[in-house]
Nanobody, 110 residues
Framework: VQLQASGGGLVQPGGSLRLSCAASGTISSIAPIQWYRQAPGKRRELVATGDDYIVYADSVKGRFTISRDNARNTVYLQMNSLRPEDTAVYYC???????WGQGTQVTVSS
């Protein structure tokens, strides 16, 4: 399984971005794919899980939404009302195979 994350960039506070995680290779379901992030000098933290029971970090609840397109083998993270503290490298992760994507940088700054 390979994961390709994309969609990061520079955005002003209050703006939006949509991240994509495209899965390829032998994968039965993209539902378990999760999103993590790691800010400079901080530990990697869970942002959102997928599957049948979606969980969001408290810091992103009401602003971020995880979704998936099974036909495209792609999981998305819609990020709205972005804040400077959301600045981080965002990674997608597939737990059944312990596979990480390469990360995409999100910078929220005016």
């Amino acid at each position: 399984v390979q994961l390709q994350a994309s969609g990061g960039g520079l955005v002003q506070p209050g703006g939006s971005l949509r991240l994509s995680c495209a899965a390829s290779g032998t994968i039965s379901s993209i539902a378990p794919i999760q999103w993590y992030r790691q800010a400079p000098g901080k530990r990697r933290e869970l942002v959102a899980t997928g599957d049948d029971y979606i969980v969001y970090a408290d810091s992103v609840k009401g602003r971020f939404t995880i979704s998936r397109d099974n036909a495209r083998n792609t999981v998305y993270l819609q990020m709205n009302s972005l804040r400077p503290e959301d600045t981080a490298v965002y990674y997608c992760y597939y737990p059944p195979r312990l596979t990480w994507g390469q990360g995409t940088q999100v910078t929220v700054s005016s």
